[in-house]
Nanobody, 121 residues
């Protein structure tokens, strides 16, 4: 069993910063991919940023230069540093990971429960 737990969301003024964390726990043999997605009301869930086990990163155009994804592999944790936040960044942010568990030969995809980020004055 694997769990992803996000933290760090909240209310921030435009131009402010927040740091999201996502910790994976359970019977984890290896993590090949971790990513942050977001879903605003009435919109589809979209990729914000991702990082692979080889530290390759990918960002949505809308957040390039403002958000930074990083990973503490020893802690099975991924972070999203969000700077220069805009009202359009308001959404529920979800953590996603592709994980191989002990005793399995397959990779599985897992989601966290989400954390609300609201950017408003």
């Amino acid at each position: 069993q694997v769990q992803l737990v996000e933290s760090g969301g909240g209310l921030v003024q435009p131009g402010g910063s927040l740091r999201l964390s996502c910790a994976a726990s359970g019977s984890i043999a290896s993590i090949t991919y971790m990513g942050w997605y977001r879903q605003a009301p009435g919109k589809q869930r979209e990729l914000v940023a991702s990082i692979t086990s080889g530290s390759s990163t990918n960002y949505a155009d809308s957040v390039k230069g403002r958000f930074t994804i990083s990973r503490a592999s020893a802690k099975n944790t991924v972070y999203l540093q969000m700077n220069s936040l805009k009202p359009d960044d308001t959404a529920v942010y979800y953590c996603n990971a592709i994980i191989k568990t002990y005793g399995s030969t397959n990779l599985g995809g897992y989601w966290g429960q989400g954390t609300q980020v609201t950017v408003s004055s």
